[in-house]
Structure formats: C-alpha cells, structure tokens
C-alpha cells in the first residue's frame, strides 16, 4: 500500500515561487512514475508534470520554462517547484504515483494524495 502526502501549499503572489513537496510512504515509489495534477473547483483535474523512473521529465505546456518536477528516491519524495507564479495557477495541486502511457495519453495511478492548495493573488 502506498500514502502519499503533498506540502508546501499556501498564498503567494503572482510572480512568486512555492515548492511543493510529495511524501510517499511505502515500497513502490522508486518503482512509479510520479506525477502532478492540479484542479481547480468545477474544472477537471489537469496533468501538470510528470517524472519517471528514468528521471525523463513532461510538463503541461501552460508550465513549461516556469514549473520544475523532481524526485528523490532515496527519501520517497518529489518535488514541484513553481516559479514565476500566475493567476491562473490557482488550483488543488495533487500528487499521483503510478501514471503510465497508454495510446500517447497519460492515465494517472491509482495512488493520490489528499492535495495541497496554491492561491496566486495579484
């Protein structure tokens, strides 16, 4: 079984930086693809960023050049760092364990965890 934790949410300015933090407990993260989601109340949930295990990384392209994904294996842990921060990135940011390619589209795992909110004010 796995549980995953994400912190680092919170309130920032556009134009901004926040990291956000995913902790797995369990043995299967270094095994899984790790991937962010986002969602923002009455919108369906977005794929974000994905690292996998290969550490080879894909960004949505609303993020690319501003939000970095990462992982470190030997402490169960991803990372987001999100720089120059928008509006529009306001959401429920969510971590998923377990993602894979199926036909070119990404299914998220059936791993979540319980979401850490980001507000961008202006």
């Known amino acids: 079984q796995v549980q995953l934790e994400e912190t680092g949410g919170g309130l920032v300015q556009a134009g901004g930086s926040l990291t956000l933090s995913c902790a797995a407990a369990g043995n299967l993260f270094s095994l899984r693809a790790l991937a962010w989601y986002r969602q923002v109340p009455g919108n369906q949930r977005e794929l974000v960023a994905r690292i996998g295990t290969d550490h080879v990384t894909s960004y949505a392209d609303s993020v690319k050049g501003r939000f970095t994904i990462t992982r470190d294996n030997a402490k169960n842990t991803a990372y987001l760092q999100m720089n120059s921060l928008k509006l529009e990135d306001t959401a429920d940011y969510y971590c998923?364990?377990?993602?894979?390619?199926?036909?070119?589209?990404?299914?998220?795992?059936?791993?979540w965890g319980q979401g850490t909110q980001v507000t961008v004010s202006s």
């Open positions: 998923n364990l377990g993602s894979r390619r199926n036909y070119g589209r990404i299914l998220p795992g059936e791993y």
